[in-house]
């Protein structure tokens, strides 16, 4: 599997379910670190973190505007993720099949 540059990669990235969270937070708005801190119980150096992850697989960008830092969803990553998916996605779809068929077969020789 590629690895971003600094050695974190979009799976190591998406593992923790907070991270997944602010995935999904950023999907549709680009927001403030203060803004993002409002909508989770831990605190913003825990959020900033969260963050630095998420930037170093290269699934975040953050930009400053005046005073503030800006993040925003960098989706194109998550296409690594769709692609391992797909071949367990085929997979699990001919390991069905398989049972399908036997099971057809089986009660056709009842």
């Known amino acids: 599997m590629p690895v971003a540059e600094s050695g974190?990669?979009?799976f190591q990235a998406i593992a923790d379910p907070t991270r997944r969270s602010l995935l999904k937070l950023l999907a549709d708005k680009e927001m403030?670190?203060?803004s993002i801190t409002d909508c989770y119980p831990i605190?913003?150096?825990a959020v900033?973190?969260?963050l630095q992850v998420l930037s170093d697989a290269q699934l975040v960008s953050s930009?400053?505007?005046?005073?503030?830092?800006?993040y925003r969803l960098q989706p194109e990553?998550?296409?690594e993720l769709q692609e391992w998916l797909a071949f367990f996605e085929e997979y699990w779809s001919n390991k069905l099949l398989a049972l399908k068929d036997f099971v057809e077969a089986d009660s056709d020789d009842n």
Do not use: W
Request: charge should be positive.
């Open 63 to 70: 930009q400053k505007v005046g005073r503030e830092t800006r």
């Open 77 to 79: 990553p998550l296409a």
């Open 48 to 50: 900033n973190k969260h």
């Open 8 to 10: 974190h990669d979009v």
């Open 43 to 45: 605190s913003r150096t």
């Open 32 to 34: 403030s670190i203060a």
